[in-house]
């Protein structure tokens, strides 16, 4: 029964990211899939956080596109950022508290950031870009990153007390 449980709870939750996702991908640079996989890591943990980064992952580059660079960037990334959210969470007991919600606030938009910045170092890597190609990818990619840090900033701010509240309530006996 556990089994099926964790199951049925991380593929539902793909789903919400995945339909997130699809939801705002033509607006550049707005994105809810951090606030929402913020709360989720952060109420459910490690094991929970992991099993979904790595199934949203995979299915995101099923919907989207898949190529190399991509589905690397993602594992990478998704799986270190339920890692650490993960571990925040079992600081602060799965609980919320205003100092966790600080704690969520400031450290989404350096999460948000780490994406493009491995996406810079993975993408000319995997790709072959030389030096000028490179250096081209990482200046292009910054104005998406400031306003998809801003967007995390403020959708954490006023996302993550009730999306922890609503997660806790619906995953009452996990």
Known sequence: MKSTKFIVICGSFCAVMIAVQLVL??????????PIFFAFCFVLGLKYGVAVASVF???????FGFSPNVIVLYLV????????VGGIGKLFSHCYS???????????PIITAVFTLLDDII???MLGFNLLSAKAYFLSSL??????MLCSL?????LFAPLVKALKLAIRNK
Not at 57 to 63: H, K, P
Not at 77 to 84: D, H, K, P, S, T
Not at 154 to 158: E, G, L, Q, R, S
């Open 25 to 34: 991908s033509a607006v550049a640079g707005v994105e809810l899939v951090t």
């Open 57 to 63: 992952s995979v299915l995101r580059c099923i919907f």
């Open 77 to 84: 990334y998704y799986n270190c950022f339920a890692l650490v």
């Open 98 to 108: 205003i100092k966790s919600h600080v704690v969520a606030t400031v450290l989404a």
């Open 123 to 125: 993408t000319p890597i």
């Open 143 to 148: 104005p998406i990153m400031t306003t998809q």
């Open 154 to 158: 403020i959708a954490v701010a006023v």
